[in-house]
């Protein structure tokens, strides 16, 4: 039966067709074989994220032709949510966001199998990940990106073309956003551009214990450290009301404490659920800059971004304007390169304040930063034994007492990308 032309729902995908049979620089062939267009239709796709981006990923993946969809998150349907989240009904709220979309986009576009997976992208290994040929996220968070991101340049094997999965990666903020394509270990990677994020949440954890300055540090305060000391409840549930009325309330006092005004129970929620100021419409347009980058790729009907210009950006808060330019792929990257790189540091910083420092710079964001040289550790997060031999080292100046010298290299560490090692060459002035 031909592709496109039959009654039973697939004449749904005629314009679709159209544009793939059409002649043009990136499809000479103006007869492209039936076989050639049901190549979409084993075409294995994995959406990160089923929130504001993540429904309207779904929906436009469904909608273009993409058969055999997954979609990770971990997360529940809030009653928050449901203004944008158009997946989603008012009985929906409690249940898993992933489980829901998928059944409503399934019923919706017919044809589709979309199966969900309620969990972190961290519990699932490289032989699931290695079952797709394009990975399409929609995020809004920072570190899950870079966590997918190294396991998939971490994937590639040279030998074998099947290992390289395009990530195309969605985000927005309020009227801006960014659609982009990694083609990992061989155009920049997420690591490689993380510097163009400036890190929001990543307060040191010094000023955080010590001299709050404003509301978020007070809350980020009770969420990080106040939580663990008290332990009120066994585990945080983020969409939990007593949950979060505890932390607002920890938060109050301390705020009070420091004569910071600014603390309320909805910016309680939004830094600890680090919640980005969301638009419809600027989820609508990144995701669907994101899919139709995605489709280019999977039929190469048109050029996509990628191996060029591989980043998007519209910014949609100074009138209207859209930039693509292509994000250079850096040699130091801690992902995909292997150069260390050079850091310039005081040495008479201690090593509290050098590894605080790790948290602010843009281009690393670590929050439990481990730190070693070639010959030995200088501080451990973990296990307890190490962390406690290793303290004294925090008060210890970088040169003098430490002993280290410029040019010295050292590693970092940080438990959530357990895969990476991230390396320096340290620089005095
Ligand atoms: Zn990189």
Redesign the pocket.
Same mark, same amino acid.
């Given at each position: 039966m031909a592709v496109g032309t039959d009654l039973d729902g697939s004449s749904r995908w005629q314009y679709l067709d159209r544009i793939r049979r059409s002649q043009g620089p990136f499809n000479q062939d103006s007869e492209v074989s039936d076989e050639a267009l049901a190549i979409l239709d084993k075409f294995k796709v994995l959406v990160i994220g089923a929130g504001g981006l993540g429904c309207e990923i779904l929906k436009d993946l469904a909608l273009s032709g993409f058969k055999d969809i997954h979609v990770i998150d971990m997360d529940t349907i809030d009653i928050s949510n449901l203004n944008r989240q158009f997946l989603f009904r008012k009985t929906d709220v409690g249940k898993y966001k992933a489980e829901v979309a998928a059944a409503f986009v399934e019923q919706r576009v017919e044809g589709v199998k979309i199966t969900p997976h309620n969990c972190r992208i961290q519990e699932l290994d490289d032989a699931f990940y290695m079952q797709f040929q394009i990975v399409v996220c929609g995020l809004d968070s920072i570190e899950a990106r870079r966590w997918i991101?190294a396991t998939l340049?971490g994937m590639v094997d040279e030998e074998n073309q099947e290992t390289l999965k395009p990530l195309v990666d969605g985000g927005t903020e309020g009227f801006k956003g960014q659609a982009r394509v990694v083609f990992p270990t061989i155009t920049? @990677?997420?690591? @490689?551009?993380l510097d163009l994020y400036t890190p929001r949440a990543a307060v040191p954890l010094c000023t955080l214990a010590t001299i709050p300055r404003q509301p978020e540090h007070c809350i980020e305060w009770a969420h990080i450290i106040a939580w663990d000391q008290e332990k009120p409840y066994p585990n945080l549930d983020k969409d939990d009301p007593e949950h979060i009325t505890w932390l607002y309330q920890k938060a109050s006092a301390r705020a009070q404490e420091f004569g910071i005004s600014g603390v309320t129970y909805s910016l309680t929620q939004g830094v600890v659920k680090n919640i980005i100021p969301a638009i419809a419409s600027t989820n609508a347009i990144i995701a669907a800059s994101c899919c139709n980058e995605a489709m280019k790729i999977a039929t190469m009907s048109a050029p996509a971004l990628g191996f060029e210009e591989n980043y998007m950006m519209y910014t949609g808060d100074e009138a209207i304007y859209t930039h693509v330019f292509k994000n250079e792929?850096?040699p130091d @990257?801690?992902? @995909?390169?292997n150069m260390a790189k050079p850091l310039p540091v005081d040495p008479n910083w201690t090593l509290q304040e050098l590894l605080d420092s790790f948290a602010v710079k843009a281009d690393l964001q670590l929050k439990k930063p481990s730190i070693r040289t070639q010959k030995k550790t200088l501080y451990m997060q973990s296990p307890a034994s190490i962390e406690e031999q290793t303290r004294p080292n925090l008060k210890r100046k970088l040169g003098e007492e430490l002993g280290l010298e410029a040019n010295q290299e050292i590693a970092v560490t940080d438990p959530a990308f357990p895969t990476l090692s991230f390396k320096f060459y340290l620089q005095f002035p």
């Open positions: 991101n340049v920049a @990677c997420i690591e @490689c551009q792929k850096k @990257c801690p992902v @995909c390169g």
